[in-house]
């Protein structure tokens, strides 16, 4: 039989709220720009035309409660407070009417980014990785079903950083739906169970330093805290 030079990585994972049983993850989509007060933030504007995406690796999946290290090779480190979609179903070229149906539900994450990396391969043209494909940048709540909560268009995401408000706003604010952006995504990829959508942040990121805590919530889906450690 054969064997593995070694031993894989473990299987990547998320809880699902109210089970006994993980989400396996296979893979982590991130859309950018999906909010206009952080695009004017970041001194851009929307692109109304379509979507665009980064992608992050499952390395960097960590659940609510994790300390998260400060990464190297960067002195602003920010948050960005998201709403996370897991797929549960298969969904290729779905049109936007049907795209709910490939939800198997929602989540609170954290989109973890060396901001100064991130802009720095921005103005020179260059893919975002070594601003966002950070290990430990992708903190996310247990999923919260479909199946019980229905599908949240509407309700409060903020993020608190040691107890002071940084993000308030609504997922009723993002530029492309949650449906859009599935019928969109799903031309370009064969969607399916175990992949998760960053559904993008709004206005009022910043940056952390070791020790600060992060608390997050998105009315009716959930809660995500971490504390950021000491530099790696």
């Known amino acids: 039989m054969t064997k593995f030079l070694f031993d894989p990585a473990p299987q990547a994972a998320v809880a ?36 665009f995406y980064f992608s992050k690796s499952t390395t960097t999946l960590r659940p609510s409660g994790a300390n998260i290290p400060y990464p190297p090779g960067t002195n602003n480190y920010h948050f960005e407070m998201e709403l996370v979609l897991a797929i549960g179903a298969p969904a290729f070229k779905i049109a936007a009417a049907d795209a709910l149906s490939a939800v198997f539900g929602y989540a609170c994450g954290l989109d973890m980014t060396r901001r100064d990396l991130q802009l720095s391969e921005r103005a020179k043209q ?16 247990a999923i919260a079903r479909a199946s019980v909560i229905g599908h949240p268009a509407k309700g409060a995401i903020v993020l608190r950083q040691n107890q002071q408000t940084r993000q308030s706003s609504d997922i ?37 330093a070791p020790g600060d805590l992060l608390e997050g919530s998105i009315a009716g889906v959930g809660e995500l805290s971490v504390t950021i450690g000491e530099a790696q």
């Open 172 to 208: 009723d604010q993002m530029v492309w739906s949650v449906p859009e952006i599935i019928a969109h995504l799903s031309g370009f990829y064969h969607l399916g169970p175990g992949d998760l959508i960053f559904t993008g942040t709004p206005a009022g990121v910043g940056p952390v």
């Open 126 to 141: 260059r893919p975002w990785t070594l601003g966002k494909d950070v290990e430990a940048s992708a903190p996310v709540s």
């Open 16 to 51: 699902i709220a109210g089970l006994d049983v993980l989400f396996p993850v296979a893979r982590i989509f991130c859309v950018g720009r999906n909010y206009e007060d952080h695009a004017k933030e970041m001194g851009l504007a929307v692109d109304r035309e379509k979507p």
